[in-house]
RNA sequence: GGCGACGUAGCCAAGUGGUAAGGCAGAGCUCUGCAAAAGCUCCAUUCACCGGUUCGAAUCCGGUCGUCGCCUCCA
């Protein structure tokens, strides 16, 4: 079965075609990095780490580019000011050393997040001529115009500028604060490139003089850059849109005199409720109301997290709470558990066939969680379908009969590709590797050995201490009729 | 005001014409020295509301109400 995507340009779901077969282009916007990343940018980019990872599972070859905005952009307010000089400004920091600061941040969150890296993260700051080159032809191409050291990209010359958001010109209320003092054609009209005004820090030489891009132009730049004039997927959040989006669009399309991306992937936002009336609204940097990556790190296990930006569909908006986490928490854990107790049993495992009727179940999985997969990366589907398994599992494994290592391995392996590869929610192993680790397992091996010894003779008071004093440290024992098992909290 | 998304059990959430997946929480049971884990059973005659189309609608059409997002920086 053909996996569909729905495609925001259009609305519709459609069968993924990709301009070249077997390989897939895809641009997602990332982050300006001015602060540490919270969980709003943790369910984009996990949504688009899903799609990537599942699109590799199926045995697309995928290039996948996601920019680092590190120059910062001046609101057309009044008062507007650059976000990035701001921030330098108040913690006393060069610009280009803030970005660089929470650049790496960034990196270091979606890493622990099992975020698979991009294949190229270009930054904005180190694609300057690129951008130029793109206005320099918008204005020969009769597009935009300058005017006093800024370029204007002019809307009214783009028939199509609105085709993904369905705005139209005409239905747009009159800008309201950025009339203030336009030097603009048209009041929606966005920017290519700015004037720096003389204390404005990150400036770059061009034929228009010293200044700084627009916003949507490096999106633009970097994409045509890396993956052509035309590509096939384009994602990011919802709530770039528009402007941002429509405005990648019109200024590539007009450049490039090509489409630019053939499927656009949307991700909703990420709500928290606010305070007072419990109403859901968008978790942001500017509302204050958001919840940082490494905040929500000390709390969950990435695990837990992914699985709650699993929980809903990526186009729907997701609102936090601790219910939900804890709910995603306890949902995982079942999970783990099947997975760990199978591993454990493959260490006895008798080398034969016994159980392998299962098979079939196993079969079934993939097929089930492809199917929902196919289905415009349903996540919510595909868990589904590994915790109905699970309990398959769970039912074969406490059954009391003899299962042999085949039967165990063929488990492991559909839960450590589907659980592992495609969604990055089961751990690889939990075998020891460093020394201290496996000192530590040897030493509560030992404890068990001697709980069980004690157990044999009936001496419940010994037997239930060593259990409480290791679950004080973390470790959990959980006894079976073959045997106690243990795990780390 | 314009554009877009959405309203399914206590909570989260699948489900786009054929009679309501899954998870969490809760109740009961089984297993167990106890605990934990696991399994079983129960938990929406009903899908915001009102009309309409249809043999049949949560699903299609029209309307009403409500929520969120975007239209200014934002993932």
Redesign the pocket.
């Known amino acids: 079965m053909p996996l569909k995507i729905f495609n925001v340009l259009g ?1 519709e ?1 459609t069968d993924f075609i990709p301009l070249e077969e077997g390989h897939v282009g895809m641009y997602v ?4 990095v001015y602060d540490h990343a ?1 969980l ?2 943790a ?3 996990v949504s688009f780490d899903l799609v990537v990872r599942y699109l590799r599972y199926i045995g697309y070859n995928v290039l996948y580019v996601q920019n680092i ?1 590190d120059v910062g ?1 001046l ?3 009044e008062f ?1 000011e650059d ?1 990035i000089l701001k921030k330098a400004r108040a913690t006393q920091s060069k610009p280009m050393q803030l970005v660089e600061t929470y650049t790496r941040s960034y990196f270091e969150d979606m890493d622990v997040l099992k975020v698979t890296r991009p294949d190229i993260s270009p930054r904005a700051s180190g694609h300057i001529p690129e951008q130029i080159n793109m206005i320099q032809t918008l204005i020969e191409k009769g597009y935009a115009y300058e005017v006093n050291g800024s370029v204007y990209f002019d809307v009214t010359t783009a028939p199509n500028y609105g085709k993904l ?4 010109l005409d ?3 009159e ?4 009339a203030v003092r336009s030097e603009k054609r048209n009041p929606q009209d ?1 920017a290519l490139w700015k004037r720096a005004d003389p204390e404005h820090i990150l400036r770059w030489d061009s034929p228009w003089g010293e200044g700084f891009p627009g ?1 949507h132009i490096e999106c633009s730049a970097m994409a045509k850059k890396y993956l052509g004039d035309t590509f096939d997927i384009h994602g ?9 989006n429509e405005c990648e669009i019109v200024q590539s399309e007009c450049c490039n005199d090509a489409e630019f991306a053939r499927y656009w992937m949307l ?5 928290v409720p606010d305070p007072i009336e419990g ?8 509302l204050g109301n ?1 919840v940082t990556v490494k905040d929500a790190l000390a709390k969950y296990r990435p695990e837990v997290i992914r699985m709650f930006v699993f ?3 990526y ?5 936090y ?1 601790d ?2 986490l ?3 928490s ?2 995982w ?2 999970l783990y ?2 997975v760990r ?1 199978t591993r454990q049993m493959m260490a006895d495992a008798p080398n034969t066939d016994d159980g392998n009727s299962f098979d079939a179940r196993v079969n079934q999985l993939k097929a089930d969680f492809c199917a ?1 997969m196919d ?2 990366f ?1 996540a ?2 595909a ?2 379908t590994l ?2 398994f ?2 398959d599992v ?2 074969l ?2 059954s009391g009969t003899t299962i042999g290592l085949s039967t165990l391995e063929s488990i492991e392996a559909v839960y450590r590709e589907l659980g592992g590869d495609v969604l990055g929610i089961i751990p690889e192993s939990d075998i020891a590797t460093s020394n201290n680790a496996q000192r530590e397992a040897g030493l509560i091996e030992l404890l068990i050995e001697l709980r069980a010894q004690a ?1 044999k003779a009936k001496n ?1 008071a010994e ?2 201490r060593i ?1 409480d004093e290791l679950q004080k440290l973390g470790i ?6 073959d045997g106690t098992i243990w795990k780390v909290e």
């Open positions: 609305r779901k916007c990332g982050p300006t919270h709003g940018h369910k984009t980019y905005t952009h609101t057309e307010t507007g976000k958001s369905n705005r139209r239905e747009q209320a800008g309201t604060r950025e966005f916003w990011g959040g919802i709530d770039n849109i528009f402007p941002h991700v909703g936002s990420l709500n109403i859901p609204v968008k978790m942001s940097k500017s958001f929980s809903a569909h186009s729907n908006p997701v609102t709470s219910e939900v804890a709910a995603a306890a949902g854990e079942r558990n099947a107790l929902a289905d415009d349903s919510p589907k868990i589904a915790q109905e699970t309990r769970n039912t494994l406490n157990r419940w037997s239930d259990r959990i024992l959980e006894d079976r009729p």
